[in-house]
Nanobody, 121 residues
Framework: QVQLLESGGGSVQTGDSLRLSCVAS????????MGWFRQAPGKEREFVAA????????YYADSVKGRFTISRDNAKKTGYLQMNSLKPEDTAVYFCATGAYSSTSSAYDYWGQGTQVTVSS
């Protein structure tokens, strides 16, 4: 059984930083891409960033490019999302997922429960 567990969310001020973590179990995660998505209240889930299985390729949504960095440590079965220069519009529940390398949520077959990030002005 594959499980993903996110952590690291919280309430911060504009301009602050947070690092989200996603620990995977039940799957050889180096064989799969990892993606981060987010969902704000009343909005659809949107793509944030993706990283290939071995970490060589990354891709970001335009809204976070230059501020967020996705990475992974396959030995620790953990993925990360470093979020800098946070803005109120980054407020959302953040989800990690594993599957095929893509910006489309349907490409990912396992999802975590999410972690709340709240950015106040």
């Amino acid at each position: 059984q594959v499980q993903l567990l996110e952590s690291g969310g919280g309430s911060v001020q504009t301009g602050d930083s947070l690092r989200l973590s996603c620990v995977a179990s039940g799957r050889t995660i180096s064989n799969y891409a990892m993606g981060w998505f987010r969902q704000a209240p009343g909005k659809e889930r949107e793509f944030v960033a993706a990283i290939s299985g071995m970490g060589a390729i990354t891709y970001y949504a335009d809204s976070v490019k230059g501020r967020f960095t996705i990475s992974r440590d396959n030995a620790k079965k953990t993925g990360y999302l470093q979020m800098n220069s946070l803005k109120p519009e980054d407020t959302a529940v953040y989800f990690c997922a594993t599957g095929a390398y893509s910006s489309t949520s349907s490409a990912y077959d396992y999802w975590g429960q999410g972690t709340q990030v709240t950015v106040s002005s």
